[in-house]
């Protein structure tokens, strides 16, 4: 079945990132000239998503601001001209069906994603954390979706990371069913380095069938008091309902401090304006370091 619908939440607290995530959420902090979460829309958009429900909280009102059209700039772009951009503004406005929903109360990743039950209806759904960009060529979100068209099973997008990150995130037990595709038999939230399956975990993208919220209503509340999205897909997993897909794009943690500065490294080395003079100056200092 072809996947239409997507959500990102986008309605964590933002710890890591203080001061900077205070009044502006982490999903809006830039890579460049594009705030954080644009990106993630884009590769939704990009895998052929429709609909795009991002689930918000207090504070959050500049996400729906930067998705609307601003109509006082666009008149002024095109009064002076500025076509380039004003297409560009125009385009941001319209790149999908954008919705919005709050989350009221900070309860965990599945709880945000319990909020999208009436959005998602009886259809499987894209989810992409707000806070993971994944740059490549190929949308990440899409190559999920292609192991959900051909096996029908909900799907996570993974990859493995060194034992320092592996007890942030989550550990999976994996069986390959060719190159780069795997069933996933069990999985751990936050495991301690003794209770880890192996070191590829789940990287902020996932493709869910519908069974996944009834799991969601009846577990309960896991590590940190939160309501664990790992939890519920651990359900599925141990009932042979779950794969995943090492997706082939880098990816960028926009909650971590390091992870906001590779990722403006990686797009101005390659943006058509300031590439190549940030190449030479990155060469230039790197060469004195
Ligand atoms: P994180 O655990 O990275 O988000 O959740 P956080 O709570 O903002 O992180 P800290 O405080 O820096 O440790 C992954 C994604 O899930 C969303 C976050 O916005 C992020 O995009 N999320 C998390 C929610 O939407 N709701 C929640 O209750 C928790």
Redesign the pocket.
């Known amino acids: 079945m072809k996947i239409t619908k997507a959500i990102?939440?986008?309605?964590?607290?933002?710890?890591?990132?203080l001061p900077a995530?205070k009044a502006v959420?982490?999903?809006m902090l830039s890579i460049v000239d594009k705030p954080a979460i644009q990106y993630i829309v884009e590769e939704a958009v990009a895998a052929g998503i429709t609909d795009i429900l991002i689930?918000?909280?207090r504070g959050k009102g500049i996400i729906e601001d930067h998705f609307d059209h601003s109509v006082e700039l666009e008149a002024m772009l095109e009064k002076r001209g500025n076509t380039e951009m004003l297409q560009t503004l125009k385009k941001t406005a319209n790149l999908a069906n954008i919705y919005f929903i709050r989350?009221r109360?900070?309860?965990?990743?599945g709880?945000?994603v319990l909020r999208a039950k009436n959005f998602v209806g009886d259809e499987p759904f894209a989810v992409l954390?707000?806070?993971?960009v994944i740059l490549g060529e190929k949308p990440a979100i899409g190559e999920l979706c292609e192991v959900h068209e051909k096996y029908g099973k909900s799907v996570v997008g993974i990859k493995t990371v060194p034992d320092e990150l592996l007890v942030k995130y989550s550990s999976l037990k994996l069986e390959n069913v060719g190159e780069n595709v795997f069933n996933v038999t069990d999985m751990i939230e936050k495991p301690k380095l003794s209770e880890k399956f192996s070191n590829y975990s789940v990287l902020?993208r996932c493709v869910l069938n519908g069974d996944i919220f009834p799991i969601l209503e009846s577990i309960p509340f896991g590590v940190g008091n939160?309501?664990q999205l790992t939890d519920a897909m651990k359900v599925l997993a141990q009932d042979g309902k779950m794969m995943g897909i090492e997706f082939s794009g880098k990816r960028f943690?926009m909650?971590?401090k390091l992870g906001i500065l590779k990722a403006n490294v990686e797009v101005a080395l390659n943006h058509k304006e300031i590439g190549e003079e940030f190449k030479k100056y990155l060469k230039d200092i790197a060469g004195k370091l």
Do not use: F, M, W
């Not at 990102?8 to 990132?17: D, E, F, K, N, Q």
């Not at 109360?105 to 990743?109: I, M, P, Q, R, S």
């Not at 954390?129 to 993971?132: E, H, N, R």
């Open positions: 990102i939440p986008a309605a964590g607290l933002g710890t890591r990132v995530s959420p982490k999903e689930v918000t909280n989350q109360e900070t309860k965990g990743l709880d945000a954390y707000g806070d993971d902020g939160e309501l943690d909650g971590n």
